[in-house]
């Protein structure tokens, strides 16, 4: 009788331990923010954050980490990384990524920007400007 018992209650503790599907909590996102919002926090307009979104494929992390980190999230922490100035672990955090986790990131998002660097960023062709005397 004993052993019936003994089984019921494993059998009790088995259903209470049962996994609870998981929910996870949104990531930075562009969607809802106020254009002036989304300037303020990034330093660049919407579409051009959407533009860079689009990299996605080079942006990917496949070696180890970065696979469940979407590409947006990816590229929005380290755009506020580099408008903010702020320390990695704090904009990781806003982003739900580990600082680690993070480094990494910035640093294949800045390899990326730097081979498209020329698409991005232009000085003026006007030698009087440059000519300060």
């Not at 929910?23 to 562009?30: A, Q």
């Not at 954050?49 to 696979?67: F, Q, T």
């Not at 680690?100 to 498209?116: E, P």
Request: net charge positive; aromatic share 6%; charged share 25%.
């Amino acid at each position: 009788m004993a052993v019936v018992e003994g089984r019921q209650e494993h059998v009790q503790r088995q259903k209470a331990r049962r996994r609870r599907p998981c929910i996870f909590d949104p990531r930075v996102t562009l969607f809802g923010m106020p254009e002036d919002a989304v300037l303020k926090r990034y330093r660049l307009t919407p579409q051009v954050i959407l533009d860079l979104i689009e990299l996605r494929d080079e942006l990917d992390l496949s070696v180890n980490l970065g696979s469940a980190i979407p590409a947006h999230v990816k590229v929005l922490c380290s755009l506020h990384y580099l408008a903010s100035g702020s320390f990695q672990t704090t904009v990781g955090m806003s982003g739900r990524i580990a600082q680690s986790i993070f480094s990494s990131v910035l640093g294949k998002f800045l390899d990326v920007m730097l081979k498209r660097a020329g698409q991005y960023i232009s000085f003026p062709k006007d030698t009087s400007i440059t000519d300060i005397g």
